[in-house]
């Protein structure tokens, strides 16, 4: 069976502290537990323990369904899509409307030049007074 890739700090049976702070499905707090009371509360509910908050004191878990961990999952996926990598260089050259025509081409062999090192562009085109 392959290994699959966990999304969070821990789901299921293999925690590590022994006193957890426990929150329900619906984002109810149930207060600070034994690591063994919330396994048995998960078994009861037939739900898994996530870990949220590790650097909280007690830990922070929360009782989730698997429903909740694949919407969760996928929200995480999406705030990474959405913010720029770090790696990431962006160029920004502007034109006026009333550039040369030699500038012009210059301008597009440096556009094309940073496209082809992946570079992401932006072009500006200011009209001339």
Same mark, same amino acid.
Request: aromatic content about 4%; charged content about 30%; proline content about 5%.
């Given at each position: 069976e392959?290994k699959r890739k966990?999304?969070?700090?821990?789901v299921?049976r293999r925690i590590p502290?022994?006193?957890?702070?426990v929150i +329900?499905?619906?984002g109810e707090?149930?207060g +600070?537990m034994?690591?063994?009371?919330?396994?048995?509360?998960?078994?009861?509910h037939?739900?898994?323990l996530?870990?949220?908050?590790? +650097?909280a004191?007690?830990?922070?878990?929360?009782?989730m369904?698997?429903?909740?961990?694949?919407e969760e999952?996928?929200?995480r996926?999406e705030k990474k899509?959405?913010?720029?990598?770090?790696?990431?260089?962006?160029?920004?050259?502007?034109?006026s409307?009333?550039?040369?025509k +030699?500038?012009l081409e210059?301008?597009?062999?440096?556009?094309g030049?940073?496209?082809e090192k992946?570079?992401?562009?932006k072009?500006?085109?200011?009209?001339?007074?």
């Amino acid at each position: 069976e392959p290994k699959r890739k966990a999304a969070f700090g821990s789901v299921g049976r293999r925690i590590p502290y022994r006193i957890l702070h426990v929150i +329900n499905q619906d984002g109810e707090s149930l207060g +600070n537990m034994h690591r063994a009371e919330a396994l048995k509360l998960m078994d009861q509910h037939d739900l898994k323990l996530v870990l949220l908050h590790e +650097n909280a004191e007690p830990p922070v878990y929360r009782l989730m369904t698997g429903q909740q961990i694949h919407e969760e999952q996928l929200k995480r996926a999406e705030k990474k899509k959405a913010s720029p990598k770090p790696g990431m260089v962006q160029k920004e050259l502007s034109f006026s409307s009333a550039i040369a025509k +030699n500038d012009l081409e210059t301008k597009t062999k440096q556009i094309g030049q940073w496209i082809e090192k992946k570079y992401h562009v932006k072009v500006t085109i200011r009209q001339a007074k």
